[in-house]
Nanobody
Framework: QVQLVESGGGLVQAGGSLRLSCAAS????????MGWVRQAPGKVREFVTGISWAGGSTYYADSVKGRFTISRDNAKNTVCLQMNSLKPEDTAVYYC?????????????????WGQGTQVTVSS
């Protein structure tokens, strides 16, 4: 089993930045694809970004391309999401997710392990 714990959420003004972190425990996630998924009130969970097990491949939803950056440190069993130029529509609960796969899922439902989520609120 893999346990994921997110941190770093909060309230920020539009145009600001936040950095989310995800700490994994239970098993090393060096062989897992990792991702971030978000869910806004009244909406389904949507894929935000994913990264391959070695960090060589990254994928982003069109809505965040050029603003968000995902990274991972397998030695520390962590994944981070740097979010810049935040917009009110980025407001959501952000979940760290993992799947033991060489392929990075670009669909939220294809991840097997989830954190408890961290709230990100962007004010206008």
């Amino acid at each position: 089993q893999v346990q994921l714990v997110e941190s770093g959420g909060g309230l920020v003004q539009a145009g600001g930045s936040l950095r989310l972190s995800c700490a994994a425990s239970g098993r090393t996630v060096s062989s897992y694809a990792m991702g971030w998924v978000r869910q806004a009130p009244g909406k389904v969970r949507e894929f935000v970004t994913g990264i391959s097990w070695a960090g060589g491949s990254t994928y982003y939803a069109d809505s965040v391309k050029g603003r968000f950056t995902i990274s991972r440190d397998n030695a520390k069993n962590t994944v981070c999401l740097q979010m810049n130029s935040l917009k009110p529509e980025d407001t959501a609960v952000y979940y760290c997710a993992a799947r033991r796969s060489t392929i990075v899922p670009a669909i939220a439902a294809r991840y097997d392990y989830w954190g408890q989520g961290t709230q990100v609120t962007v004010s206008s």
